[in-house]
């Protein structure tokens, strides 16, 4: 029997036809919010080792849950939950086979969903290039329950929300902009944003950038809002990323600049003259830039928000709207000033401002790669940048071999030729050789 095509009608507001092509509104059976339990994966109390993942929210419609352990399966992420009543429910959990786009073998991102300790019989993660509901199948269940997400393969497994179904004959909808009603709905979310206050200056994004714009315009007299959609500030320059700034700051004729920079992510200690890139967490000084920022009193701190809507009037932006990456619930700021220190021009694009995005040569110092003809060689060895130690890279020889697991998923490149730098030695090799298998191994190319 062909499930029915439709949302139904939760309180009094209608949803509408999902995704795939039924064009009639099916109101025969009304659906309450009694009838469902919709779980986001980023609402779990213990996120175990899945890490949120909130970059493409705009794009899918929420963070969601990854399972990034390098091969090794990562801790289950666990949650207590209460169902409208015992009984059987369907169940579909929002994922995708994230090596599905270039047709790979081996879905490697497998999970299992347990519920009370037990696994359903499916495993998720196997299906489909783009985010869909995959059918779990059906369960029962007591009215409260504990469920968790099971990593099969610690290989970036992905889990966006679960949703238990009284009727099993319904199936949710794929299409975003109902599935974003639908989930607002049952997670009992108000219709329009909550109003989070009116500022003279909106830093958007936290990173160096963000962190410092904030502090410096805030020690200037002025009411500052600071958006940051992670849970801690500094973006590439925080544990979590782990790159260390090197600016050329403190110099004449405008040596103040830098000194925020240097109070909030103190001077690292350097070997041999290199910057450590990739040190301990300790060394980025998360607890301190928090410390500093909450320390000025004309900050407004909104960690774990992430701006998804620019609103404008003309040409000018009036107010930016966020959501919490835990809970879902929005906010509007108004300012007066905003700045866009999200790196990567998103609130300018969202704006509609102007822009530009191509690949063009060599696109700075510490570009990752070099987009030039790799057949030609004069190309090539000109691309000789004044920083040597761009691509630097951190290995250490082990003393007990690891396995490294079968990767039939991956792209093969070991026929390609990757541009490199002349006079750079790299584990005593140079040029193309020295970087044949290194950073490039993961990037793809241009192509990510
Ligand atoms: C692999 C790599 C290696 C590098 N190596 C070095 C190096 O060795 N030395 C060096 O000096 N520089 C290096 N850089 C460059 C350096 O990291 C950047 O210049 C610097 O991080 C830019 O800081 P930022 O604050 O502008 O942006 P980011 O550090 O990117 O911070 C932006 C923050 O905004 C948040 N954000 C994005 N969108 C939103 C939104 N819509 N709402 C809310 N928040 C949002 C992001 O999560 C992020 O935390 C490297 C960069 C990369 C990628």
């Keep these: 029997m062909k499930r029915r095509q439709f949302i139904g009608r939760l309180g009094n507001t209608s949803l509408f036809i999902l995704a795939g092509g039924i064009s009639t509104f099916n109101t025969k059976k009304i659906t309450t919010t009694e009838e469902f339990l919709f779980i986001e994966a980023e609402g779990f109390a213990d996120m175990g080792g899945w890490s949120l993942d909130q970059q493409s929210m705009e794009q899918m419609g929420s963070p969601y849950l990854l399972a990034h352990g390098l091969g090794i399966s990562v801790d289950d992420a666990v949650t207590k939950v209460e169902f409208p009543s015992d009984g059987t429910y369907r169940v579909w959990v929002r994922t995708r086979d994230w090596v599905a786009p270039w047709k790979a073998p081996g879905a490697p991102g497998k999970f299992q969903l347990l519920i009370e300790n037990k696994a359903l019989d499916e495993t998720f993660g196997t299906k489909s290039a783009v985010w869909h509901w995959h059918d779990g199948g059906t369960v029962k269940v007591n009215k409260k329950a504990t469920v968790a997400l099971h990593d099969l393969t610690g290989f970036e497994g992905r889990c966006e929300a679960i949703l238990f179904c009284k009727d099993i004959d319904f199936e949710p909808t794929n299409d975003l902009e109902a599935l974003s009603k639908f989930r607002r709905k049952l997670l009992k979310l108000p219709n329009k944003p909550d109003d989070g206050g009116e500022y003279d200056l909106i830093v958007a994004g936290g990173g160096l950038a963000g962190t410092c714009a904030a502090i410096s315009a805030a020690r200037n007299g002025i009411k500052v809002a600071l958006v940051q959609d992670r849970p801690v500030l500094g973006g590439n320059g925080s544990s979590e990323v782990r790159v260390w700034p090197e600016g050329h700051t403190n110099k004449e004729p405008y040596p103040h600049i830098g000194d925020i920079v240097n109070e909030i992510l103190p001077p690292i200690q350097k ?65 007066t000033f905003f700045t866009d220190c999200t790196g990567d021009a998103n609130i300018g694009y969202k704006a509609g401002a102007d822009y530009e995005y191509k690949a063009q040569n060599l696109m700075g110092s510490t570009n990752l790669f070099n987009v030039l003809d790799a057949s030609n060689m004069e190309e090539v060895l000109a691309c000789e940048c004044k920083d040597k130690g761009a691509l630097a890279m951190k290995c250490e020889i082990g003393e007990v071999e690891q396995p490294f697991p079968p990767c039939p998923w991956a792209l093969d490149l070991s026929d390609k030729s990757f541009p490199g730098r002349k006079g750079v030695k790299t584990f005593g090799r140079e040029g193309l050789e020295a970087f044949a298998n290194m950073w490039y191994w993961e990037s793809g190319f241009n192509k990510d």
């Design 271 to 335: 070997s041999q003259g290199q910057v450590l890139n990739g040190v301990a967490s300790s060394y980025y000084y998360d607890a301190l830039k928090l410390k500093i920022v909450k320390d000025e009193p004309n900050i407004r701190l909104l960690l774990d928000h992430r701006v998804i809507e620019v609103e404008t009037d003309g040409d000018i932006i009036e107010a930016l709207i966020i959501q919490n990456t835990r809970t879902a619930r929005q906010k509007r700021l108004k300012g």
